[in-house]
């Protein structure tokens, strides 16, 4: 078979293709982490897809395929290239489209049957040689004149010589020189495969230039004999491939010339095909593979008889050549095709497919934040809609064929979500699905899983006032007065606000002690001590009020709080690093010279313990130590145990009290 569809026989799949006539065999009802979520099986049917293929059992089967296929009645006139060494073969593309006539293939010594046999169907009655006798030698040549063909040698004394050749066969054909050439690398072949289907649709010919960027002497001559200077040189390939020197060597023949280049074979080529769109008029696209060039040598001049590019791909298609395809490609509203050359072998169908921007929906869920989800899938061309489920509920349905993202939000807690997401597509009235899902698992953060047993029972103390455990001791002052501990007042949106801060602000190299220090300064240095004078008492009621209360919050994202919120919020970030801390709610006092208490004040701080004894943290801007971190043991044993150096007028000055364990975000825990 020639010329055969690509079919594709597909079947339902946690990511894979299955298409059908309905989307209603039946459902699977299943319940995980307390969504619903519905699996559907579906029947497979073959699906035709938007391609043909082209090719033969060999390099010279597949160029006679295309000769079939390019001329079914016949052609006067046949191009012969050497099908092993594509020096003198690639400049052939404009000569053959100019002659009507199709580029088949041979070796150099003996004229193959599936060559002959075209000839033979063709009816023609000229060949014309593309080479000297080294690249195809009389004994083929003699071989042709036997059948009463008129043979035409087309030669140099090398590539560069028989290009200057094919260029002058062309101009007499036209009668009159291109207006336009090409002049690409002569020490590989991509860049002339690629240029081979739009200087045929443009009749200019294609010159061989070495690395250097030297024009050859044939070369110089063919253009000094066009008898005026032209219109455009076209330079294929960067400087690596062909030099900056070109651009002086081709100043005498021609009024411009630019360079169209890319970092590689399929970037160059997808460059050229975008820059002459618009002298592409047939919608089909034509692809063959980039590795090796007979296949693509005897289809570029199809592609350039139906006015179509020529594209190259080995594998996937690259990005570049996906924005290409989403603008120039095969798509439903088009009604068009790729057609590939050559068998799978050269152009597997999961090129095809990925060329069609046929691809698996291939369905990613990531996290944002707490309540969240970002969806994420491949692009389709075919595509008519989309529907995204959440467990079994429908939550999307999208039309636009680019739109290949998705934020779900209002999600909840530590439960894990499963999402799918349903492709539709048409083929020929055909309805398909695709179907693919994805899950979302999401790590619990509640503080309960990071207290220890005492704090546990500690939960709830302040929201319901009955504390569990509240002791008598002495504050700094000698006066007696009640301690309590509480717990941290959270929400469930507190755990991700720490993971972004911790994100922004901590660095790879900072220690746990060091993070603490870095959060206890930045607390004192940002936020707003709020009181009833300046208007922040008002403002922490109204977020008590509306439900979006809570230290993490007050500190972290609305910088403002009193002293429960400043130690409630390192608490929270200490238990958010590994440590065992809790808030704990108190009395501070002051006396007089003569020890007289003049007053005393309800004061929240933290305590955390570290190998089994337990300190108190401050954080505040309100303290008389400005950023200083207070480290010490229980509360009451501050002003009688410990010591501090600091530094005043430049001498080292012992002081006690609160112990400065930090200063600019240095620390030891």
């Known amino acids: 078979m020639i010329k055969k569809r690509l079919l594709s026989t597909v079947c339902a799949a946690a990511v894979g293709f299955s298409c059908l006539t309905g989307f209603s065999a039946f459902a699977q009802t299943s319940t995980e982490n307390g969504l619903s979520s ?18 033969g059992s060999n390099r010279y089967a597949t160029a006679a395929a295309v000769s079939q296929t390019a001329y079914p009645n016949g052609a006067q ?28 293939l041979n070796p150099t010594d003996i004229l193959v049957k599936e060559t002959e046999a075209e000839i033979d169907r063709l009816g023609a009655k000229t060949v014309y040689i593309l080479g000297g006798t080294g690249v195809i ?32 066969t062309l101009q007499k054909i036209a009668g009159k020189p291109s207006l336009t050439a090409f002049f690409v690398s002569a020490k590989d072949f991509p860049d002339a495969l690629s240029v081979s289907s739009i200087a045929a649709v443009k009749d200019s010919p294609i010159f061989y230039v070495d690395e250097s960027g030297k024009l050859d002497d044939s070369v110089k001559d063919y253009l000094a004999n066009c008898g005026r200077k032209l219109g455009f040189a076209y330079i294929i390939g960067g400087s690596g491939a062909i030099g900056d020197d070109i651009f002086e060597e081709v100043k005498p023949y021609f009024n411009e010339s630019g360079r169209y280049g890319g970092s590689n074979r399929y970037e160059t080529n997808t460059r050229i095909n975008t820059a002459f769109n618009t ?43 996906v924005e290409y395809l989403k603008t120039f490609g095969v798509t439903l509203e088009k009604g068009n095709k790729m057609i590939a050359f050559g068998g799978e072998a050269a152009v597997p169908e999961s090129t095809v497919r990925s060329a069609l921007l046929i691809s698996d929906p291939a369905l990613a869920v990531t996290a944002d934040g707490d309540t969240k989800a970002v969806l994420k899938w491949n692009y389709n061309s075919y595509i008519t809609s989309y529907q995204l489920y959440r467990g079994s509920a429908l939550i999307a349905t999208i039309t636009d064929p680019s739109q290949i993202t998705y934020v779900d939000s209002g999600l909840k807690g530590d439960i894990s979500y499963t999402y799918r997401i349903v492709y539709n597509y048409t083929f020929n009235n055909i309805k398909c699905v695709s179907d693919a899902s994805a899950e979302l698992k999401r790590k619990g953060f509640d503080y309960h899983e990071l207290l220890d047993p005492v704090n546990t029972a500690r939960l ?10 509240s002791f008598k001791t002495e504050n700094a002052q000698s006066a007696s007065s009640t301690y309590t501990y509480y717990d941290i007042r959270y929400s469930l949106n507190d755990w991700a606000t720490l993971e972004r801060f911790a994100k922004e602000h901590f660095t790879a190299d900072m220690s746990k002690a060091e993070k603490v220090a870095y959060t206890v300064n930045w607390i004192n240095k940002n936020v707003w001590y709020g009181t009833v004078a300046d208007g922040g008492w008002a403002k922490i009621m109204a977020m008590s009020q509306n439900g979006t209360f809570s230290y993490v919050n007050c500190i972290f994202n ?23 801390a809790h808030l704990v709610c108190g009395y501070r006092g002051k006396v007089n010279a003569s020890g007289t208490i003049t007053s005393k004040w309800q004061h929240f701080w933290c305590e955390v ?4 004894q337990t300190y108190v943290m ?14 010490c043991e229980l509360y009451k044993d501050v002003e009688d145990k410990y010591t501090y150096t600091e530094k005043v007028n430049g001498k080292d000055v012992t002081k006690t009290g609160w112990r400065g364990y930090l200063k600019n975000g240095k620390i030891a825990l």
């Open 460 to 469: 709830n103390s302040e929201k319901n006032n009955t504390p569990k455990y």
């Open 558 to 580: 609305y910088k403002i709080g009193q002293c429960n919120c400043y130690n409630g919020a390192l608490a929270s970030m200490m238990l958010y690093l590994g440590y065992d």
């Open 618 to 631: 401050e954080a505040g801007n309100y303290g008389e130590d400005g950023d200083w971190m207070h480290v």
């Open 77 to 104: 006139n046949v191009v012969l290239a050497n099908a092993q060494t594509y020096a003198d073969a690639l400049c052939g593309s404009p000569l053959a489209k100019a002659l009507k006539a199709p580029i088949l």
């Open 279 to 321: 002298f592409f008029k047939g919608k089909d696209i034509y692809l063959a593979m980039g590795k090796n060039f007979p296949d693509a040598l005897a289809g570029g001049v199809l592609a350039a008889q139906n006015g179509s590019p020529l594209m190259l791909a080995d594998g996937e298609v690259s990005t570049k050549q």
């Open 609 to 612: 313990k570290i190998n089994g």
């Open 137 to 168: 030698d009389e004994t083929v040549e003699e071989k042709l004149k036997d059948k009463k063909l008129n043979v035409i040698r087309i030669a140099g004394e090398d590539r560069y010589g028989t290009c200057a050749q094919a260029a002058e």
């Open 38 to 55: 519905q699996s559907a099986s579906i029947n497979a049917v073959q699906l035709d897809l938007p391609s043909e293929r082209i090719s």
